[in-house]
């Protein structure tokens, strides 16, 4: 099976391979390469994650602005 880019996939689908390659760590079972291999893509995995909840946060706050003379800024995206 190929492995999808990481800024392809949702957020829950991140969190469910994160939570997999978390599984197959702890178990210590995998050979050195893999286990590193498996540690580089949950950095980036978790990376990905954060940066889609910082955006989701940011849509929210825009959303539940306080103010209604406030001026909403367009909303910037850094996943790109």
Known sequence: MATKKIENLSFEATLDELETIVN???QGELELD???SQFERGIGLARS???K???AQQKVDILMSNSPDEKLEPFTNTDS
Do not use: H, R, V
């Open 53 to 55: 909840l910082n955006g």
């Open 34 to 36: 893999k286990a590193l």
């Open 24 to 26: 197959q760590l702890e």
């Open 49 to 51: 994650g954060q940066q």
